[in-house]
């Protein structure tokens, strides 16, 4: 790591008051520079996201990649393989992500997705060498997104004062939807370009995101978390009287060096480390079925139908409800614009309306929408499928205002301090093996069964009802404090999680102590064994291991 140390050592310059800046800038200025690169890394992930939509069925694209042509097969091979990409480096964090620390993993990712997207673009088709030559680049590119989505929300949060963290996770899943949505008008404008030019320069765009990405990191700080597991003193006191626009030795930055200390103490994270085996234990702490909680939400997001309907919404047009190339492609730009106009509400509405009934108003959404679908594909006719499209557009309105950020948001917060960062790691690779999976059969349910697609889709968000009801505890307006103290409630009193967030009143700092002595549950991460006065600071600096916000 002494290439980090450096980065630190030299990176910073104090100015006149003798406050360490990175790029000449601290406090809020340099945290919004930190902002503007997390935003930066979402739009990328949407755009990855959306920007095979409107080139996989393009006559330009078929031609030079003739295997996608009617195969269903491969167009969902073509199209999936950046989903096992993103896996694999979602893995790859797991495994190794305290090693290199955040800068050094969120510049791999940004280096990978560049040489992803080159490998791409320097195809020579049609042949099938560069078919090949194609996918492989595109998983290339998806194992540096996946380093990048795992290791960017963390970042964020390890150097931002966390005021609302619901608002701060889900203004992320916005940035997804409007990334996506310039996908898609970029491959629209793209259709009337030169034959090459359809589709290298929507994949080439990409690298703008990326060279962005790396163009701020050169300067921005390390996170301040992981210098401190790292027991790197100074260097973390650096970047917090940075971020704090404080000398290094103000009491403020004391503090915060003090209560951050702590919590990785308590949290049994002193060398950076938690051992696999703590997240299958259960007992007051149910680390177990907090993880399952938190993995579940991932799974459900990617079973709701939702990358069918961003991946494939110009080939469900043409190939459903019989619309033409350019028609279908310009109706994908405008249900990207609704996605996006909706994903930006929940911004305002997840703290005051709660997580359950987001989660249980959006999969009542999603699956009247998907009846609306496959009820008016049944009788078959253009006029009947035009009543498809307005259930194409409600799924993807419900879809983005709730859907979309709060399985990113959830393991954040519903996992404990000890096992944050794993069983985050843990549904982000929940979320991209089941977005392979759905984005492979795609195409093959719509070729093999048409109105069965959709009909299977309105099944599954039929199921997720229940299992939201009666599972998931509400989180909102909890301290981290506090939501431990509802899973020892139900373990203790033998009811139900959701039952003991409804009947557990909204607690002071030193209730939270006292119900932690009660129930004789001092927590796996320890939280509750700091003092009072430092408590809520423990959850703003330390609720910092949100590795999945808005994945994807």
Not at 540 to 549: K, L, R, V
Request: with cysteine; glycine share 10%.
């Amino acid at each position: 790591m002494l290439g980090s140390e450096k980065v630190v050592r030299t990176g910073p310059k104090d100015n006149d008051a003798g406050v360490p800046t990175y790029w000449s800038k601290s406090g809020k200025t340099l945290q919004k520079l930190i902002t503007a690169l997390a935003t930066t890394d979402f739009l990328l992930f949407g755009y990855d996201q959306g920007v095979m939509a409107g080139i996989i069925s393009s006559r330009a694209f078929v031609h030079d990649f003739p295997e996608v042509d009617g195969n269903r097969n491969w167009q969902g091979f073509v199209t999936s393989i950046y989903a096992v990409g993103c896996f694999l480096g979602a893995s790859f964090i797991l495994s190794f992500g305290d090693r290199l620390g955040r800068r050094y993993s969120i510049f791999l990712g940004a280096a990978i997705m560049i040489l992803g997207v080159i490998i791409q673009v320097a195809s020579v088709p049609p042949s099938t060498g560069a078919t090949a030559q194609f996918i492989i680049g595109r998983c290339i590119t998806g194992i540096g997104n996946g380093i990048n989505t795992s290791t960017v929300p963390t970042y964020q949060a390890e150097c931002s004062e966390s005021h609302n963290r619901g608002k701060l996770i889900c203004i992320e899943g916005g940035n997804v939807a409007i990334g996506t949505m310039i996908a898609y008008w970029i491959d629209y404008g793209c259709t009337y370009g030169p034959h090459a030019f359809v589709w290298r320069f929507p994949i080439a765009f990409q690298v703008v995101f990326a060279i962005v990405i790396l163009v701020l990191m050169l300067r921005l700080p390390e996170s301040p978390r992981w210098l401190l597991s790292k027991g790197r003193e100074h260097d973390a006191s650096t970047v917090l009287a940075a971020l704090a626009n404080k000398r290094r030795d103000h009491g403020e930055v004391q503090d915060q060096m003090s209560v951050i200390t702590d919590a990785i103490r308590a949290a049994g994270h002193t060398n950076g480390q938690t051992p696999i085996k703590e997240l299958f234990t259960n007992g007051k702490t149910q680390h177990f079925r907090r993880l399952i909680l938190g993995a579940s939400s991932q799974m459900m997001q990617q079973l709701s139908g939702c990358n069918a309907v961003i991946y494939y919404f110009p080939i469900l047009f043409q190939t459903s409800i019989g619309t033409s190339e350019n028609l279908a492609l310009l109706l994908g730009g405008v249900n990207m614009i609704v996605y996006s106009l909706f994903a930006t509400t929940s911004w305002f509405v997840v703290e005051r309306i709660g997580r359950r009934k987001l989660f249980l108003i959006g999969t009542v959404g999603q699956c009247l929408s998907m009846v609306i679908v496959f009820g008016a594909l049944i009788p078959g006719g253009i006029e009947n499928a035009k009543g498809a499209g307005v259930g194409l557009f409600t799924y993807i309105a419900f879809f983005g205002a709730t859907w979309l950020p709060l399985p990113w948001l959830y393991p954040a917060e519903i996992n404990p301090l000890q096992t944050r960062a794993k069983a985050n790691a843990v549904s982000t690779v929940s979320n991209w093996l089941w977005n392979f999976f759905i984005v492979m059969i795609t195409p093959v349910l719509v070729g093999g069964i048409g109105w069965g697609t959709y009909l299977f889709f309105a099944v599954l968000n039929a199921i997720f009802f229940p299992l939201i009801y009666f599972f998931y505890p509400e989180t909102a307006g909890r301290s981290l404090e506090e939501i431990d103290i509802i899973f020892a409630k139900g373990y203790s009193e033998n009811i139900s999680y959701v039952q003991a967030a409804k009947q557990l009143p909204k607690l002071s700092e030193g209730e939270v102590k006292e119900k932690a002595r009660e129930y004789g549950f001092s927590g796996s991460d320890d939280e509750g064994s700091l003092t009072p006065a430092s408590a809520q600071k423990v959850e703003d600096m330390s609720n910092i291991d949100n590795t999945n916000a808005l994945m994807a």
